[in-house]
């Protein structure tokens, strides 16, 4: 094949991005569920605007997940690395990982390989398109303040 230049691959990645979400949305629109799995390395944005976009998240054990390295949260936040280290042992908020991400919510399983083909089964024939991210990550632990949040703001609705 061609190697694209810099250029010539910015001058079409809004439009392959452009073209992917309307291709999930076309999906979406026509009852199907949007499954991401996580099998190697999810970080950062790319995750974030992409792979959380999904109806369900799933994730093999040895997948790597995170928002942001502690040492690039440390360079951000002027915080010193051994407190990020320190608060991400008792706060899955600061802490990188499956086991966190999931404890979060943000991942709804942490799948073996050998079983990875009847999950896919059971969560593709699931229906319904409601998201339990809030709800998962205050019954595991995770996030304790966004699902009672949401509840009271449904409740106050007129």
Request: charged share 25%; aromatic share 6%; net charge neutral.
């Given at each position: 094949g061609q190697q694209l230049?810099?250029?010539?691959?910015?001058l079409?990645?809004?439009?392959?991005?452009?073209?992917?979400?309307?291709?999930?949305?076309?999906?979406?629109t026509h009852g199907n569920r949007l499954i991401s799995l996580v099998y190697n390395q999810a970080i950062?944005?790319?995750f974030i605007?992409?792979?959380?976009?999904?109806?369900?998240?799933?994730?093999?054990?040895?997948?790597?997940?995170?928002?942001?390295w502690l040492e690039a949260m440390?360079?951000?936040?002027?915080?010193?690395?051994?407190?990020?280290?320190?608060l991400s042992k008792t706060s899955p908020v600061f802490a990188p990982g499956v086991t966190n991400f999931q404890a979060l919510g943000g991942i709804s399983e942490v799948v073996d390989l050998a079983q990875l083909s009847n999950v896919l089964l059971r969560v593709a024939a699931e229906t319904g398109q409601t998201d339990l991210r809030a709800e998962n990550g205050y019954r595991r632990g995770g996030r304790q303040l966004a699902y009672p949040v949401i509840q009271q703001v449904l409740v106050s609705k007129p």
């Open positions: 230049s810099r250029r010539d691959e910015w079409g990645m809004h439009q392959y991005f452009s073209h992917l979400l309307l291709c999930l949305e076309c999906l979406r950062g944005g790319a605007a992409y792979g959380l976009m999904a109806d369900t998240i799933l994730a093999l054990p040895d997948a790597k997940v995170a928002v942001m440390a360079r951000v936040t002027k915080l010193d690395l051994s407190r990020l280290q320190e």
